[in-house]
């Protein structure tokens, strides 16, 4: 396994115990063949390097997709917030249908970096983080990796009416990613965590957790659905859905603090604006 973080002008790499520089970027990586070979190959001979204080976001020209109503607990979560809308049927209809529901999700320009605020929408009355595993999916569409997600969400807006969806989730600041990318070619077990945790004014106010194996759909098949009759020239990131949601009665606050932590790949901080 590597662990990838992004400096200003480089990459670093953590392997073996060695925090390695590597001048490679992130479109090179995400448009190889072999993401991971080409990586071995540039750590042969790199230099040492020091991680970066504040790491950027892991991507250069990728989109970021959603897959959404994977987890048991977001079917139901969203049934509940729809209800006035219809939402009881289409919700299950996804969950168990063979094709998985897909958005887009982001373009480069909107997501934060670790450290970075994320946004509540001005006109939502009722927030929430998902803290989701993300698939590093290269130009090919082949999985060779994995990062953290907040998929940003305005439950209002999208409980009004499944068509409003794009605004509940798209808008400056809706996601973040980081704070590395972990590159392997062994998927992460089943058992691997998603912790959440949210704190206001420094005192924890929700917290949750689940794993992978919860996860209704295989990150194959969401992969295969994603790049059908589609392209990505540069690769892109797949977030995998959410299996955490809040209480009803919780909604995001400015100046809220929300902690993703999914092991080995560390823990994406970013707080409310």
């Known amino acids: 396994m590597i662990l990838l973080y992004v400096a200003s002008d480089h990459l670093v790499a953590v392997t073996d115990g060695r925090t390695l520089r ?4 992130l479109d090179a990586l995400f448009t190889a063949e072999d993401p991971a070979a080409l990586l071995r190959q540039r750590l ?4 040492p390097a020091v991680l970066p204080a504040q790491p950027r976001a892991p991507l250069q020209s990728q989109e970021v997709w959603a897959a959404g109503v994977t987890y048991f607990r977001s079917m139901t979560a969203r049934k509940e917030e729809s209800k006035d809308a ?3 049927t289409f919700y299950d209809r996804v969950y168990h249908a063979d094709r998985p529901e897909l958005f887009f999700k982001s373009t480069p320009h909107r997501v934060a970096a670790p450290g970075e605020p ?18 590093a999916i290269n130009s090919r569409g082949r999985i060779f990796g994995c990062t953290i997600g907040n998929d940003m969400s305005s439950r209002d807006i999208e409980g009004e009416n499944p068509l409003y969806l794009p605004q509940a ?12 990318l972990l590159v392997t070619d062994t998927p992460l077990p089943p058992s691997t965590e998603i912790a959440l945790e949210i704190r206001r004014a420094g005192e924890a106010v929700f917290s949750g957790v689940t794993t992978l194996s919860q ?3 295989s990150f194959p098949s969401l992969a295969e659905f994603l790049f059908r009759d589609n392209s990505f020239p540069h690769g892109c990131y797949l977030m995998t859905g959410t299996g955490i949601v ?3 009665t919780f909604t995001l606050r400015r100046g809220d603090e929300v902690r993703i932590t999914i092991a080995p790949i560390g823990t ?6």
């Open 169 to 180: 989730k798209v808008y400056d600041r809706s996601a973040a990613l980081g704070p590395a």
């Open 246 to 248: 809040p209480p009803d």
């Open 268 to 273: 994406l901080i970013n707080s409310i604006a």
């Open 44 to 47: 042969t001979g790199a230099a």
């Open 118 to 135: 994320v946004r509540i929408r001005g006109d939502s009355k009722w927030n929430v983080p998902e803290p989701e595993l993300t698939l």
């Open 215 to 217: 996860i209704k759909r």
């Open 22 to 25: 590597l001048d490679l970027t």
């Open 86 to 88: 219809g939402g009881g």
